[in-house]
């Protein structure tokens, strides 16, 4: 299978954990809970081995010569963002209401409003400007107290640990905490915001998510 082939299945796949992580945030039935963690389980393998083979095939001697993947996505021309109301609340220091601007805006960007959430595969093609945009407003009205580039700098502080970096930034405090437990001020730890970009706080998404994001050489 050439590489464009094993990159778009593993953004296949990558898409199929997304949902079926989001899934398992939402049902309470023990049953459902299951039968969607053997479907998460395998969607994990399915993406370890594609991964291997696509390491493979970097390491090619005559990697050169392949055709280069292509990533384009139906997202919003970057023309079409309007960070005017992400700007306001932050410069009011509306935290709460600028979090959930972001996320708007994260969504519309990446052509996602429909589905309501973001997937991996998103994440990594989410357009250059609008990422540090986003990052740079954050950075410059918290102080560079919150932002993503704070958030990869602590991040990389706790070895990329999900675990430590969630409780960092106060995600976790001897427990994982829900939405409405976020710290929505200055007084939160550093890096605490933006929080995770997910309609429903979940650990396991979240870290998947974060993965994705911080790996991006661009914040």
Known sequence: MSRENLEKALRNWQEKLAHYEYELSLTSSPETKFELKKKIQECEQKIERLNKKINLINREPFDDVLEPVTTSSPQHDERDIDYTQLRHLLATGEWKAA????????????????????????????????????????????SSHFGFSIQKQIWQEAEQDYRKFSVAVGWNRDGWISYEDFTFSLNAPRGHLPSPPLLVYNPSSAESLYRSLFSRQDI
């Open 99 to 142: 979090d959930q601007e972001t996320f708007r805006v994260m969504l519309k960007a990446a052509d996602r409003e429909e589905q309501g959430y973001l997937t991996n595969a998103d994440l990594s093609k989410l357009s250059h400007q609008v990422l540090c945009t986003v990052n740079q407003l954050w950075l410059e009205y918290s």
